[in-house]
């Protein structure tokens, strides 16, 4: 019997997808169809994107980095 295997798909497809779909010029039933990814994925991935993005251009992003690398300089 075959199982159905998930598909792992790589930062850059999730990044074109997500930006077709903000960009809002079709549905998310279009891109579901164009690129082969089920519409409540796509939705995911752009509630993330959104979410993530305030952190992008924060400061406390830049010190979390810091404090991660002192944590691994340590041990």
Same mark, same amino acid.
């Given at each position: 019997m075959a199982?159905?295997?998930?598909k792992v798909? &790589?930062?850059? $497809?999730? =990044?074109?997808?997500?930006?077709? =779909? %903000?960009?809002? !010029?079709?549905?998310?039933? *279009?891109?579901?169809?164009? $690129?082969?990814?089920? =519409? &409540?994925? %796509?939705?995911?991935?752009?509630? *993330? @994107?959104? !979410? !993530? @993005?305030?952190? @992008? $251009?924060?400061?406390?992003?830049?010190? *979390?980095?810091?404090?991660?690398?002192?944590? %691994?300089? !340590? @041990?």
């Open positions: 199982r159905n295997m998930r798909h &790589n930062g850059a $497809f999730k =990044a074109k997808v997500v930006l077709e =779909a %903000i960009k809002g !010029e079709k549905t998310l039933a *279009q891109l579901s169809s164009e $690129f082969g990814v089920h =519409a &409540n994925q %796509i939705g995911r991935w752009r509630r *993330q @994107l959104l !979410e !993530e @993005l305030p952190n @992008l $251009f924060s400061d406390r992003r830049k010190k *979390q980095n810091r404090a991660h690398e002192g944590l %691994i300089s !340590e @041990l």
